[in-house]
């Protein structure tokens, strides 16, 4: 990745990957050049080429131990052919957060993550700073001046949260790579697909002119249980934007749960009603496995309730095996239950019991209304 990708992150801050906590630079003050070809990458790039690992990798080396797939096992399948095929000294994928502009208060999420937590956070003290929208990318104009031979050879550019479809530099973007002719480039989207209209903005008009548009749903359950998870979900809402795109043949739609403590058990039912209500073909599924907070962890479950977890993924298995569903969605699901069983974090369940009742008394909402633990 420090030889093929650049993510933009809080603050402007240039990292190795939206997970490993591997600075590069700031690109509101540092040009493009000197980020990608500055010390702190070189150095990585150094250790990484020497076959050394890096302790901030943490994340993933714990993924990959515990027999799920991480996003380094994901970029070599991905891009690693194009890799070593490269040309160009010039990152070929993307990630760019433009700020924390968000419609969403997920009960996983933080403000840095999302302006809809602001309120929240600011009671609990919890706020990053004393504003609800935290600008990443301070000029945008600038940033395309620096960034902009780069992007337009670039094969993917990937766009998550904050809430890409509520960020108005993402439509910027969209405009700029339109007039540039560069629609040839993959779009990917972690999006929570609440809205696809955003005052002058329609994101169909800009999805139909884009050879490929891969959407990552970021829905954890499905009704009453999905609202409670991700505050702003309207599961109603999210059936009706995806009936808006059915006919773009070009977009490939997907869910893509975060695996959690409020999620793992419900994921079975929330696959089978998806492929029933055709949100989904079979092989719609994509998870994100929740690392922090750790009381959020699967892992943080209590041994009878992690229990109850295998029967139900159990019924699953055997539902799945007569339906004939792909083996790249079982695969994905026993990732979830192997993650979950490969160590006892339960310690932490405390944590996680006040940090449901505290949230629950704000929202004026009862975690045992819609999830039995």
Not at 70 to 75: H, L, V, Y
Request: hydrophobic letters at 40%; aromatic letters at 12%; proline letters at 3%.
């Amino acid at each position: 990745m420090p030889w093929i990708h650049y993510h933009v992150g809080n603050a402007g801050r240039v990292k190795a990957c939206c997970v490993a906590n591997i600075p590069y630079g700031d690109c509101n003050t540092q040009s493009f050049a000197e980020i990608w070809n500055g010390d702190a990458i070189n150095e990585l790039r150094a250790k990484f080429a020497k076959g050394e690992k890096d302790s901030r990798c943490a994340v993933c080396s714990r993924l990959e131990e515990a027999g799920g797939k991480s996003i380094r096992q994901e970029t070599h399948e991905k891009f690693g052919a194009i890799f070593q095929e490269q040309e160009t000294n010039l990152p070929f994928t993307f990630d760019i957060r433009f700020s924390n502009a968000c419609n969403f208060a997920c009960r996983t999420c933080w403000h840095g993550a999302s302006s809809g937590w602001f309120p929240e956070a600011k009671l609990m003290k919890r706020n990053l700073g004393e504003k609800a929208l935290l600008q990443n990318i301070q000029d945008f104009d600038a940033f395309i001046e620096e960034t902009g031979e780069a992007l337009l050879q670039a094969k993917e550019i990937y766009f998550a949260g904050g809430e890409p479809l509520v960020t108005k530099e993402h439509y910027l973007l969209l405009d700029w790579l339109v007039k540039n002719k560069a629609t040839q480039i993959d779009l990917r989207y972690n999006t929570n697909f609440s809205l696809l209209q955003m005052g002058e903005y329609n994101v169909l008009n800009y999805w139909k002119l884009f050879s490929k548009v891969e959407i990552l749903s970021s829905i954890d359950a499905h009704g009453k249980l999905g609202e409670y998870i991700r505050k702003g979900f309207d599961w109603e809402q999210y059936k009706q934007n995806r009936e808006l795109i059915r006919k773009h043949k070009h977009i490939k739609f997907l869910i893509a749960p975060t695996i959690s403590v409020f999620s793992i058990f419900n994921l079975p039912a929330l696959y089978q009603i998806c492929l029933l209500e055709q949100i989904i073909e079979a092989d719609g599924l994509y998870i994100n496995m929740l690392d922090r907070p750790l009381h959020y962890n699967t892992k943080a479950l209590p041994e009878d309730y992690k229990q109850k977890v295998v029967t139900e993924y159990k019924a699953f298995y055997d539902w799945a095996n007569k339906k004939q569903i792909p083996k790249s969605v079982i695969s994905q699901f026993k990732e979830c239950e192997r993650y979950m069983l490969s160590d006892d974090l339960s310690k932490q369940w405390k944590n996680f019991q006040k940090e449901t009742a505290l949230l629950d008394e704000m929202r004026g909402e009862n975690v045992g209304a819609v999830l039995k633990f």
